[in-house]
């Protein structure tokens, strides 16, 4: 099994910056992709950003500018740096990733989502 633990959220002024983190850990051979979503109050969870294992991202057109994806490999973590937060970025925001585990081959490909970390934008 895999579990992600993410990091880092709290209350930012706007205008505000915060650094997600989220680790992986348990039976890990590799991990594909690895994505941020959020959920604000009375919406549906949505997309942020992603990255691939050779680092190709992709965003939101509502973070693009703002927000990076990165990830480190060697440490099997993923960052979200937010940059210029607006109080619409408030949210949990989860992070998930697409992981091959298991003891031997053939691996087992699980969808793995952390718990969230809250963000709060406001003055």
């Known amino acids: 099994q895999a579990q992600l633990v993410e990091s880092g959220g709290g209350l930012v002024q706007p205008g505000g910056s915060l650094r997600l983190s989220c680790v992986a850990s348990?039976?890990?051979?590799?991990?594909?992709?690895q994505r941020w979503y959020r959920q604000a109050p009375g919406k549906e969870r949505e997309l942020v950003a992603d990255?691939?294992?050779?680092?190709?991202?992709n965003y939101a057109d509502s973070v693009k500018g703002r927000f990076t994806i990165s990830r480190d490999n060697a440490k099997n973590m993923v960052y979200l740096q937010m940059n210029s937060l607006k109080p619409e970025d408030t949210a949990v925001y989860y992070c998930?990733?697409?992981?091959?585990?298991?003891?031997?081959?053939?691996?087992?490909?699980?969808?793995?989502w952390g718990q969230g970390t809250l963000v709060t934008v406001s003055a």
């Open positions: 348990g039976s890990i051979v590799s991990i594909n992709f």
């Open positions: 998930n990733a697409r992981i091959a585990t298991g003891p031997t081959p053939p691996w087992r490909f699980l969808e793995v």
């Open positions: 990255i691939s294992s050779g680092g190709s991202t």
